[in-house]
């Protein structure tokens, strides 16, 4: 069966991106959310394999959601996505439990890449 990923990203055209690099490498999207807050329901809802987890979202940014999912399932798997680079946000996001981290703008192979390695 395919793994299934959730994607919460502020931005539509981010979500899109990433959906159609994921679905054309066989994995299935489990749910979109766009921003944090959604990001905790959408998970609840669907309990995905992975999610892709941009950091910075209007009404709750991603490294909260992310803390707040890791409260629900202590064996979620995370990857962060941010334009930043931010050294802190990287180890903040890690120091709460992200898998991974992916730097935008996103290199489809880095995006597969790092779905792969977190869910062997």
């Known amino acids: 069966m395919a793994k299934s990923v959730m994607i919460c990203d502020d931005a539509a055209f ?3 991106m990433i959906r159609d ?3 054309k490498n066989g994995f299935t999207v489990a749910g ?3 921003n944090g807050l959604k990001a905790i329901d959408k998970y609840k809802e669907t309990k995905p394999d992975l999610v892709l987890m941009d950091i910075t ?3 709750m940014d991603g490294i909260q959601a992310l803390k707040e999912i890791k409260k629900l399932d202590d064996d ?3 990857v962060m996505c941010s334009a930043m680079g931010q050294q802190a946000m990287v180890i903040e996001s890690i120091q709460a439990g992200a898998k991974d ?3 935008k703008p996103f290199q ?3 995006v597969i890449e790092a779905v792969k390695k977190v869910l062997e």
């Open 14 to 16: 981010m979500r899109m």
């Open 21 to 23: 690099i994921l679905t």
């Open 32 to 34: 979109e959310a766009e």
């Open 57 to 59: 979202m209007p009404e």
């Open 76 to 78: 979620a798997k995370v």
């Open 101 to 103: 981290f992916i730097v």
């Open 108 to 110: 489809a192979d880095r």
